[in-house]
């Protein structure tokens, strides 16, 4: 059983910068796709960034410039390097891996950007 769990979060000013981190225990094989995502209270799961199993990335425009996805294999981690944060940027953000033709997402991490 695969697992993903989310960390890095917290309480940051506006501008300040966050790593999020997502670990993954259990085995897992033949990644597909990787991903952060995040959501506001009432509002649905928007995708922030999302890498590809050859590489390529795709960033949400809203954040495009500020953030940095990526992975290291050797501790079976994404990271979701965050800069120059907003108050807008503040809600859960969920990690996502797609591999062997099955979905998992962590529990998320809560962001607060606020003065």
């Known amino acids: 059983q695969v697992q993903l769990v989310e960390s890095g979060g917290g309480f940051v000013q506006p501008g300040g910068s966050l790593r999020l981190s997502c670990a993954a225990s259990g085995s897992i094989s033949s990644v597909d796709y990787m991903g952060w995502y995040r959501q506001a209270p009432g509002n649905q799961r928007d995708l922030v960034a999302a890498m590809y199993w050859h590489g390529s990335t795709n960033y949400a425009d809203s954040m495009k410039g500020r953030i940095t996805i990526y992975r290291d294999n050797a501790d079976n981690t994404i990271y979701l390097q965050m800069n120059n944060l907003r108050p807008e940027d503040t809600p859960v953000y969920y990690c996502?891996?797609?591999?062997?033709?099955?979905?998992?997402w962590g529990k998320g991490t809560l962001v607060t950007v606020s003065s």
């Open positions: 996502r891996v797609d591999a062997g033709g099955r979905t998992y």
